[in-house]
């Protein structure tokens, strides 16, 4: 499988989203190579263009209300509720932005991303693929009954079972090396210096049960080879969930792994 391609793949439909407003069906192959042909005849979007589009979602979008927060972590039912912006960054690192964009917030699921970039630079595509897989569970992010039915293979590290396994790919000597290499990679995609929120730390711990259970079976399947397992695991894995960042510095990170392909990190 090729990872560079699927993280091309999934920024060209996280543009498209934002410029339109809306996934669309795929067309025809031969129109599609039309649609191609004349976009390339055009040449890339001015920057005026880009930001129009960018203020459009905005605007489309800011007084939507739908929804709620998570509360099943009771530090995220605290955050406010209307925080919205948009930060959309080229890969030549042209930076566009509307709405708020400094507020401080944890990233959360965001985190797997980037421990699993960690993971594919130091052990190779190979060892994510044998130990969890790369395939949609067809289930729930924290499902235990998906983790049963393969014995935890047949996911990926984007669910709470998978991120869980490949955050104990992580290698180093003792817990603080281990963790020093994840918040060091975040550092690095970040270009700054990344701080935990205690607070939201503390909530995580406190009401993890769920991933406790769901680390301790996907130890028993044997995808986490560690010790205090899944314990440790699941504590660094809370700890990169409550990592901050304000919407103006999380933006350089996400296009940073589509562009290098998850490989050249640090």
Same mark, same amino acid.
């Given at each position: 499988?090729?990872?560079?391609?699927?993280? @091309?793949?999934?920024?060209?439909?996280?543009?498209?989203?934002?410029?339109?407003?809306?996934?669309?069906?795929?067309?025809?192959?031969?129109?599609?190579?039309?649609?191609?042909?004349? $976009?390339?005849?055009?040449?890339?979007?001015?920057?005026?263009?880009?930001?129009?589009?960018? #203020? @459009?979602?905005? $605007?489309?979008?800011?007084?939507?209300?739908?929804?709620?927060?998570?509360?099943?972590?009771?530090?995220?039912?605290?955050?406010?509720?209307?925080?919205?912006?948009? @930060?959309?960054?080229?890969?030549?690192?042209?930076?566009?932005?509307?709405?708020? #964009?400094?507020?401080?917030?944890?990233?959360?699921?965001?985190?797997?991303?980037?421990?699993?970039?960690?993971?594919?630079?130091?052990?190779?595509?190979?060892?994510?693929?044998?130990?969890?897989?790369? %395939?949609?569970?067809?289930?729930?992010? #924290?499902?235990?009954?998906?983790?049963?039915?393969?014995?935890?293979?047949?996911? #990926?590290?984007?669910?709470?079972p998978g991120a869980i396994a490949t955050t104990s790919l992580v290698s180093g000597s003792s817990y603080q090396d281990i963790w020093k290499k994840i918040s060091d990679t975040y550092d690095a995609f970040a270009g700054r210096k990344l701080?935990?929120?205690?607070?939201?730390?503390?909530?995580?711990?406190?009401t993890n049960q769920r991933n406790r259970a769901i680390g301790a079976l996907m130890y028993a399947y044997g995808h986490i080879m560690v010790a205090n397992a899944p314990v440790s695991v699941i504590s660094k894995l809370i700890a990169g %969930? $409550?990592?901050?960042?304000?919407?103006?510095?999380?933006?350089?990170?996400?296009?940073?792994?589509?562009?290098?392909?998850?490989?050249?990190?640090?």
């Amino acid at each position: 499988m090729n990872i560079a391609r699927v993280f @091309a793949m999934s920024r060209r439909a996280a543009v498209a989203f934002i410029l339109f407003g809306t996934f669309v069906a795929a067309p025809p192959r031969r129109a599609h190579s039309q649609n191609v042909a004349n $976009a390339r005849s055009l040449g890339p979007p001015q920057a005026a263009d880009i930001q129009r589009a960018v #203020n @459009a979602a905005y $605007a489309k979008y800011k007084d939507l209300h739908e929804g709620k927060n998570a509360d099943y972590i009771p530090a995220l039912a605290k955050v406010d509720p209307n925080l919205f912006g948009i @930060a959309l960054v080229t890969p030549d690192g042209q930076v566009y932005v509307a709405g708020d #964009n400094s507020t401080q917030v944890s990233i959360q699921s965001i985190s797997k991303v980037f421990t699993l970039a960690r993971v594919l630079q130091d052990s190779g595509e190979a060892t994510v693929v044998k130990n969890t897989g790369v %395939d949609a569970t067809g289930a729930v992010f #924290n499902s235990i009954v998906a983790i049963e039915q393969a014995k935890g293979h047949e996911m #990926n590290p984007l669910v709470n079972p998978g991120a869980i396994a490949t955050t104990s790919l992580v290698s180093g000597s003792s817990y603080q090396d281990i963790w020093k290499k994840i918040s060091d990679t975040y550092d690095a995609f970040a270009g700054r210096k990344l701080t935990v929120l205690d607070d939201v730390y503390k909530s995580e711990a406190a009401t993890n049960q769920r991933n406790r259970a769901i680390g301790a079976l996907m130890y028993a399947y044997g995808h986490i080879m560690v010790a205090n397992a899944p314990v440790s695991v699941i504590s660094k894995l809370i700890a990169g %969930d $409550a990592t901050f960042r304000s919407h103006r510095k999380t933006r350089v990170m996400v296009p940073a792994v589509s562009s290098i392909g998850c490989r050249d990190i640090m």
